[in-house]
């Protein structure tokens, strides 16, 4: 019982956090005089008290979480907070139905980027800033946030961190406090944010879309305050400045916190990962590109490139910007941007899918195997670097990818079984379940998600929640024995 009170004590605090949230796009609305000032007042006002009462009736809960509670929490900050996030755009548009509403904001907090709503060009300003604010805060995290600020509260956050991002943080490297790991992220996070704005308004953007394209893109969430994404504003020069501002945020923050804390390239060479999202992106560019030139997909190889680039790049990172509808290109060059999705972004940036190490450990696993059915008797370490991989290690990224393909296969089904084609049921799960956005055929990127029912809306939601959460912090919830002290 206990632990149920600590665990309303600290989403009261998330909720009072997204309240402080809602009152910046409050004051946008105000100044800007867009028509949606009484949604966003009401929405901020219910969160406060809601989230303060919870906070202040808990307020003598214990301050430690335990293990089942750190993941429980975890859940429920990304599917129950949530809930609280949906009232200015309930409030605002009368006719939304709250699981188009729900769907929105979980693909801005999950960094999905994919949308049930048209006419985005029209939205009232504080709407598309409230969108990308939350795209921009769930790149890096809601429970890193709260472990930055929760320890201030006398709330421990070592469970929730470890439950949110296994692995992420180079422990030999920062520092082992968790406050001090977060907040070592965010400045990161933020330093490389503000370079991108500054960016995309040399390159061209206003200085709103500026700040929101820069927020989605260092999210990875792939949100636009365009129908058109990228396309409306047809710029080889802010296409380039968001594909190299997507690769970096493809990478762990932990390596962007030592270079730009030691001032050197030095930590980016010695991260496998980068190395191999580079060689990934750089290699599948030139062969997507080649294809769309074989095809006469355009004139000339280089406008093939330009397009090829920009558009892989922005799912393979699973951001899910577009400049072309992709769905109209040889089958090859879309399907190839979603397998990607699935295993180029590193551990420890704001990007979805298997993640690259896992990629990696996975590889070298399977060419030791080969190597032990030459040589039965020889014996060989898996080895990443310098650095020798446990066993145990294997045996959790092979027992994570499993889960990971198996659940994409069930939910897959799911949408086919409630009447949705096969390619749209695929990719939409995959994209979703990536954090990746558009999918195809009916979900491709000349359209959205609205087309679909709300069964299929609501499948598609648990898919982003499935794939941001890293699938055991949910999984794992529904063990008996995890429950057994």
Request: net charge neutral; proline share 3%; charged share 10%.
């Amino acid at each position: 019982m206990s632990s149920i009170f600590t665990i309303a004590h600290i989403l009261g605090v998330v909720i009072m956090g997204f309240s402080c949230l809602m009152a910046t796009c409050l004051a946008t609305s105000f100044f800007s005089n867009d028509g949606a000032t009484t949604a966003f007042y009401e929405g901020t006002v219910i969160s406060l008290l809601i989230g303060f009462l919870m906070f202040f009736v808990t307020k003598n809960a214990p301050k430690k979480v335990s293990k089942q509670g750190g993941f429980l929490l975890v859940t429920l900050c990304w599917s129950v907070a949530s809930m609280f996030c949906t009232l200015p755009l309930m409030l605002q548009f009368s006719d939304l139905k709250f699981v188009d509403a729900y769907f929105e904001v979980i693909s801005a907090l999950t960094t999905t980027g994919a949308t049930t709503f048209s006419g985005i060009d029209n939205l009232p300003m504080s709407v598309n800033l409230w969108r990308h604010e939350l795209t921009w805060f769930g790149g890096i995290g809601i429970i890193v946030f709260a472990v930055a600020v929760l320890p201030i509260l006398g709330v421990g956050g070592m469970q929730l961190f470890k439950s949110e991002s296994p692995g992420s943080v180079k422990e030999s490297d920062m520092s082992p406090r968790v406050a001090q790991v977060a907040k070592s992220l965010w400045l990161a996070y933020g330093v490389i944010t503000v370079a991108c704005i500054l960016s995309l308004k040399l390159a061209g953007m206003n200085w709103f879309d500026a700040v929101c394209h820069a927020f989605a893109a260092m999210s990875l969430g792939g949100f636009s305050t365009h129908d058109n994404s990228i396309g409306f504003f047809n710029s080889l020069q802010i296409e380039m400045v968001l594909t190299v501002f997507q690769v970096i945020a493809a990478m762990n923050f932990a390596t962007h916190f030592l270079a730009l804390k030691r001032g050197s390239f030095s930590p980016y060479r010695k991260d496998i990962e980068v190395r191999g999202v580079l060689l990934v992106l750089g290699t599948s560019c030139i062969l997507a590109a080649s294809v769309l030139w074989h095809n006469e997909t355009y004139p000339d190889f280089l406008t093939c490139l330009r397009h090829a680039t920009f558009n892989l790049v922005t799912v393979a990172t699973t951001s899910g910007f577009m400049t072309q509808d992709f769905n109209q290109w040889p089958i090859f060059v879309p399907m190839l941007m979603l397998f990607l999705s699935s295993i180029t972004v590193s551990t420890g940036s704001t990007g979805g899918g298997i993640r690259m190490i896992r990629t990696i450990i996975l590889m070298k696993q399977a060419r030791l195997e080969m190597f032990k059915f030459i040589h039965p008797y020889a014996f060989k370490p898996l080895k990443i670097g310098s650095n020798m991989i446990d066993d145990k290690i294997v045996t959790s990224v092979t027992g994570f990818i499993f889960l990971y393909f198996m659940c994409i296969v069930a939910l897959i089904f799911t949408l086919l079984f409630s009447g949705l084609d096969f390619l749209t049921s695929f990719s939409a799960i995959v994209a979703c379940f990536n954090n990746a956005g558009p999918g195809l055929n009916l979900v491709g990127p000349a359209s959205n998600y609205g087309v679909l029912s709300d069964f299929q809306t609501a499948v598609c939601t648990f898919a982003m929640l499935l794939g941001r959460v890293q699938i055991f912090s949910i999984v794992i919830l529904f063990v008996p024995e995890f429950w057994r002290k």
